[in-house]
Each structure stands twice: as structure tokens, then as C-alpha cells.
């Protein structure tokens, strides 16, 4: 309490003097800025000081001085490896057939197949009903601006395709996959081979992307395409999955036509038959020595396989029947 009283007697009397708007060179030729000096950096440097001396304590608490912070942060890192490996989810180190590693994460080697290149390429399905004839009116209509927006720009064009291509498997996977936990019920594989054509499609972009890079108009027009493509096609199918799947047929029968013309073009010489990239090696199981040509074959086979999933799928909704009845063609490549 005395201590409390003497401050503030200290105070009153030194406060006008130490605060007062005179300048400071007035104020050192008559001492007082000594007499301020003498006490307020006093007590400046006392806690400082005793700043100085915890943080001195705290690592001699810790057992040890300076030289423990490098084990410190050895300790640290100890943790943080034991953090990750904790849930045991540790990346699998993979080889390829041959001893090397596998450098692809986006897809392993249990995911890499040899397309079936000997697939029927000139299969089509003449539309009677009037969804079907829709369906095929539909992708006709978009041939003559796909010719004149990319005409012989086969790469570029592919970029495009392979984007709008990879959305119906998805969308109608993820219907199913609904329709599955909604009503109690398994799917037939349908789920299953509709993801799969997504991601095999998905697998053709990243393969595209090694040979051409979109330009940024392109690009946003993958943006504009997808938006409105994903949400007509999901309207579609939850209106009438035999008209979603009856279209995607045709679609991929234009891929096919594609693809066709494309090979005729790297056969003429008119596109450099550049190696082929190393994805696409390992993903179709190619030899090391491909070509970009044998990366459209096989490109050109999946497609094939695509349309005849989706004809398949729409011919079984004709019938009058569920994809959950029919066994699911996974694994048709």
C-alpha cells in the first residue's frame, strides 16, 4: 500500500514536467529530460532484463540450452512422420513389369489394359422411335460447327471431345449410385462400368494433353460446354436414361468418324507421327517404341467399346427392362 501512495505522489509531481508540450531541447538544457530518463527507460530496461532471463530459463527448463533446438526440431519432424504414417496410409512404392517404378499416380498398373483393337468400327444404330431419331438429330447438329470452329485441328479437337465425352459416364454413375442407396437396391454393376467409361475417357484428355495444349478461347469453351452439357445430360436422364444412353451412342459414333479421320491424316503425312507419350504407353500397355498413331487406334477402339455400352444400356430400357436385371459389360474395352 505505501509503495502504491509513493508512486503516485511521484507521479504528481514529475507528470507536468516529463509530458509537457515544450520542446525537448528546452527541456535537456534544464535537466529534466535526465530526471525522465533516469526513471521510465529505468524501468524499460528492468523488464527487459527479465524478458531476456525467462526466455534464457525456459530451454535450461526443457533440459538444455541452445543446443538442444536442433534436436527439438529433429523431434519435431519425428512427429510429423509419425502424424502421417499413424493411419497407416502410406503411399505404395509400385514397379512396372520391367523393375522400374511406376511414376503415374492418377492410375496403376492394375488399371492399364491392351484395347481390343479388333472391335467392329462401322456399327450403327438406325433410329425408328422418335427419342431415338432426337437423339441422333441432335448429334448430327453439332457436326457443322465442330468443322468449322477446329477443321482439320484433330488434337485440339480431341481436347474438346474427350471433355464433353468423360460426362455422361459420370453423371449417370452417379444417378445410379443414388437410385442404389435410395431404394435398397444393388445396381448390376451399372455403377461400376459407367464410372469406369468416365475415367477411361478422362485418361484420353490427359493423354491428348501430351501432344496439344488448349489455347485459352478453347479452354473457355471447355468451361461453357461442360456447364451446360452436365446439366442437359442430367435433366436427360433422370427424364429418360434409354434417350441419355441412346444419345451417347450416337456421340460416340461421331468419335469413332473422328478418330477415323484423324488416323487418315497421320497416314497422309499431313500431322507429324510424333512418338507416342508415355502415358499412353503405359496406360494401354503399348510397346516403347509407339507412335501417335497407335495411340488413335486405340483410342479410336474405345470409343467403339463406349457405343456399345451405351446402345446396349438404351436397347435394355426398350425391352421394357432395368439395367439392375442385366449384368453390367465391366471391363469391355
Known amino acids: 500500500m505505501s509503495s502504491r501512495m509513493a508512486g503516485a505522489a511521484l507521479l504528481r509531481q514529475l507528470g507536468p514536467r516529463l509530458f509537457a508540450a ?36 525456459a530451454p535450461e527448463q526443457r533440459g538444455g540450452g541452445s543446443a538442444e533446438k536442433p534436436k527439438a526440431a529433429v523431434d519435431g519432424q519425428e512427429n510429423k512422420k509419425g502424424i502421417v504414417s499413424y493411419w497407416g496410409i502410406e503411399p505404395r512404392k509400385l514397379v512396372k513389369e520391367d523393375g522400374t517404378e511406376w511414376r503415374w499416380f492418377c492410375f496403376r498398373p492394375w488399371d492399364t489394359y491392351r484395347s481390343d483393337t479388333s472391335i467392329d468400327l462401322k456399327k450403327h444404330h438406325e433410329p425408328k422411335a422418335l427419342p431415338d431419331k432426337l437423339a441422333y438429330l441432335l448429334v448430327r447438329s453439332l457436326i457443322v460447327p465442330k468443322q468449322l470452329f477446329f477443321q482439320r485441328r484433330h488434337a485440339s479437337h480431341a481436347l474438346l471431345l474427350e471433355t464433353v465425352a468423360a460426362v455422361p459416364g459420370m453423371v449417370g454413375g452417379m444417378l445410379l449410385h443414388l437410385r442404389s442407396l435410395r431404394r435398397f437396391e444393388q445396381s448390376g454393376g451399372w455403377i461400376r462400368a459407367l464410372l469406369e467409361e468416365a475415367e477411361n475417357e478422362r485418361m484420353h484428355l490427359m493423354t ?3 501432344v496439344a495444349q488448349p489455347k485459352w478461347w478453347e479452354r473457355a469453351l471447355v468451361l461453357a460446354a461442360q456447364g451446360v452439357y452436365f446439366n442437359a445430360y442430367f435433366v436427360a436422364y433422370l427424364a429418360s436414361p434409354k434417350f441419355a444412353h441412346r444419345f451417347v451412342g450416337y456421340l460416340e459414333e461421331e468419335a469413332v468418324h473422328s478418330y477415323t479421320e484423324y488416323l487418315k491424316d497421320l497416314e497422309a503425312g499431313l500431322i507429324e507421327n510424333t512418338p507416342a ?12 517404341d509407339a507412335r501417335l498413331k497407335d495411340v488413335v487406334t486405340v483410342v479410336r477402339a474405345d470409343e467403339a467399346h463406349h457405343r456399345d455400352v451405351n446402345h446396349f444400356a438404351s436397347d435394355i430400357h426398350y425391352q421394357g427392362m432395368k439395367l439392375k436385371d442385366t449384368p453390367a459389360p465391366l471391363g469391355y474395352h
Open 22 to 57: 515544450e520542446p525537448v531541447s528546452g527541456l535537456a538544457g534544464r535537466g529534466l529530460v535526465p530526471a525522465a530518463a533516469r526513471i521510465l527507460p529505468a524501468a524499460r530496461m528492468s523488464s527487459t532484463a527479465a524478458e531476456a532471463a525467462k526466455e534464457a530459463a
Open 208 to 210: 491428348f494433353l501430351e
Open 277 to 288: 507419350p508415355a502415358i499412353a504407353i503405359d496406360y494401354w500397355r503399348l510397346p516403347a
